[in-house]
């Protein structure tokens, strides 16, 4: 929808051209996949994941001092449906957060926008996957899920994906220490909602305070990474559990 304005606006340093690039590749993607046959069949992976995901890591999602922030990173950035407005919005603000934001904060949108759609691509390849295989989505479950996985032609895009978790998370964490974004963001709400940027205003807002409230997030993300990069080597040597972790994770 909004293009033209990523194509059109000039930038003056490599992480301005790192969200340039990304955001031009998710806009692609998501009129490419808004137009794919399996487009609800991804839904349905990324739904079967992401209760795989709360499963796997159930004691941390039950933590008083990490669910918050857990349920933002299953719920708003692995999110596939519903955000289209949200997305749009980052789209059409392009040109000023270039202008006004600094580098660093460019590179971190850089990062989620990055993180979103290897998360998406890999979903639609494994939708197609299932597909060829004549594999039903209401008969998803490990077994079939880790067949389609082992099969997979992007396995250097799953182990990225494991590594944009570790990055965006300690960069976002970084960020909410700061207050003076916290009032900053609470200031913006009025305008936000007069520029049509409710949605987006909404999901920036929350992940600060969900973050907030979480206890230590470099501890949570390095348990989260090395889990994530366990259950994968399990998934490729064939483990008959894959989901299932030893006892020190």
């Known amino acids: 929808m909004y293009r033209d304005r990523l194509v059109t606006t000039p930038t003056h340093s490599e992480a301005a051209s ?9 806009h692609d993607f998501r009129q490419h996949k808004a137009e794919h046959p399996l487009v609800d069949d991804t839904f349905r992976v990324a739904d079967w994941q992401a209760q795989r995901l709360k499963a ?16 933002f990173l299953l719920t708003d950035l692995y999110a596939p449906a519903g955000m289209t407005r949200r997305d749009d919005n980052i789209d059409r603000v392009f040109p000023k957060m270039v202008k006004w ?5 460019l590179d971190t949108f850089a990062g989620l926008v990055e993180l979103n759609l290897i998360t998406q691509e890999l ?21 079939v899920y880790c067949e389609a996985y082992r099969a997979s032609e992007r396995l250097d ?7 944009l978790v570790a990055e ?36 920036l807002y929350r992940g600060y305070s969900a973050f907030r409230k979480m206890d230590n997030v470099d501890s949570l993300i390095e348990r989260l990474v090395r889990r994530e990069r366990t259950v994968m080597d399990q998934i ?3 483990h008959p559990a894959p989901f ?4 020190n994770l």
């Open 18 to 26: 790192r969200l340039q690039r990304l955001l031009l590749a998710y």
């Open 157 to 163: 895009d799953r182990a990225r994906q494991i590594e």
């Open 168 to 203: 965006v998370g300690q960069q976002l964490d970084r960020y909410v220490r700061n207050r003076t974004l916290g009032w900053l963001l609470s200031m913006a709400k009025t305008p936000a909602e007069m520029a049509d940027l409710s949605d987006l205003h909404s999901f």
């Open 244 to 247: 299932e972790l030893p006892g």
């Open 123 to 143: 979903d639609l390849e494994l939708a197609e996957l299932l597909n060829r295989r004549r594999q039903s989505l209401t008969e998803l479950d490990a077994w």
């Open 236 to 238: 490729l040597a064939g």
């Open 101 to 105: 934001l600094p580098d660093n904060l």
């Open 56 to 71: 796997t890591h159930r004691d941390l999602y039950e933590h008083p001092g990490y669910h918050a922030g857990l349920e």
